[in-house]
């Protein structure tokens, strides 16, 4: 029985993502609660989804602050007075910087669209196809100072097929998403994700107990 962690959602948009965790949450399948759901962009569909569930939508606007590491100081308070543990990335377009990484060390996991370290940054589903990649998918990784480069925690597959627009791929992998971010996050909750120094140097993500794929 895993404890009850407490989540920080940062979001940009229409907020598929954070309606997965809270579903998850709501389904006992995920043992979690989340404090609050920030958004860098008012209006965003994440902020009604989360006042639906009665968790708490805070708007911090990246456009009021002078600079990036400012406006990361404003989510990190917003984030510890809600007492915060794990921060998570659904569909939040910043990069972050030392403020908010040092802040929540290995305590900040995002989801992206495509297979790491294949097609990192924005429309990973669109690099794909210009790749003409057979395999696309999503990734699931705690963040780093690079721009998708932390350490991997699962990921997941879908095809390509033959007459795939952008669209139709990034539906197709919203779906993997959907399942793979809760999972991750319960397997979290569970304190059986580690970060160890890996072959090659580089930190690597080790899930014990994984019952599931990842
Ligand atoms: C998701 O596909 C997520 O992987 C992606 O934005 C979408 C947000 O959808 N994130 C990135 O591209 C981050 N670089 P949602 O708002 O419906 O969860």
Redesign the pocket.
């Known amino acids: 029985m895993a404890r009850v962690i407490v989540l920080g959602v940062l979001?940009?948009?229409?907020?598929?993502?954070?309606q997965a965790i809270l579903d998850a949450i709501a389904a006992g399948t995920l043992d979690a609660r989340v404090a609050v759901v920030v958004s860098n962009v008012p209006g965003a569909?994440?902020l009604a989804r989360a006042k639906t569930a009665g968790v708490e939508a805070l708007v911090i606007d990246h456009r009021d602050y002078v600079d990036r590491p400012a406006f990361d100081a404003a989510v990190v308070e917003a984030l510890r007075l809600r007492g915060v543990e794990l921060v998570v990335?659904?569909?939040?377009?910043r990069v972050v910087t030392d403020v908010l990484l040092g802040a929540f060390p290995l305590r900040m996991v995002?989801?992206?669209?495509g297979l790491l370290p294949a097609f990192p940054?924005?429309r990973?589903q669109r690099q794909a196809l210009a790749h003409g990649v057979r395999i696309a998918g999503?990734t699931v990784h705690f963040v780093d100072g690079g721009t998708?480069t932390g350490p991997i925690i699962a990921q997941a597959a879908v095809p390509v097929h033959e007459d795939d627009d952008e669209a139709a791929l990034?539906a197709r992998?919203?779906v993997k998403?959907h399942e793979l971010l809760p999972r991750v996050l319960q397997w979290i909750a569970e304190g059986r994700v580690s970060v160890e120094p890996g072959p090659a140097g580089r930190p690597r993500v080790r899930v014990r107990g994984a019952r599931t794929e990842r």
Do not use: K, R, W
């Open positions: 979001v940009s948009g229409g907020g598929t993502n954070l569909g994440a990335l659904a569909g939040f377009m995002n989801v992206h669209p940054g924005v990973a999503c998708d990034t992998i919203l998403e």
